[in-house]
Nanobody
Framework: QVQLVESGGGLVQPGGSLRLACAAS????????MGWYRQAPGKQRELVAA???????NYADSVKGRFTISRDNAKNTMYLQMNSLKPEDTAVFYC??????????????WGQGTQVTVSS
């Protein structure tokens, strides 16, 4: 099994900051790309940021300059530092990872999500 668990969500005022974490565990041989997605009520899930095993990153235009994605491969953990948060950032944030398991599968795995609410 492979599990992804997000943490760090919560309620923050506009302009504030949050740091999300995603911890992967289970039958992991290697994790290739990882990413953060978000889904607001009534909206489709969208990619926020992604990072390769080597540390290359890309961001949605809406978060460039405000969010920073990073990962610690030794800990199988990914982070999303979110600064200058806006009400439109309010969403459930999901962790995603492409995982090569110890039995030879490359699978696409998702966490359960963590709520981020930006409101005054």
């Amino acid at each position: 099994q492979v599990q992804l668990v997000e943490s760090g969500g919560g309620l923050v005022q506009p302009g504030g900051s949050l740091r999300l974490a995603c911890a992967a565990s289970g039958s992991i041989f290697k994790i290739n790309a990882m990413g953060w997605y978000r889904q607001a009520p009534g909206k489709q899930r969208e990619l926020v940021a992604a990072i390769t095993s080597g540390g290359s990153t890309n961001y949605a235009d809406s978060v460039k300059g405000r969010f920073t994605i990073s990962r610690d491969n030794a800990k199988n953990t990914m982070y999303l530092q979110m600064n200058s948060l806006k009400p439109e950032d309010t969403a459930v944030f999901y962790c995603n990872a492409d995982v090569l398991t110890v039995v030879g599968f490359y699978g696409d795995y998702w966490g359960q999500g963590t709520q981020v609410t930006v409101s005054s």
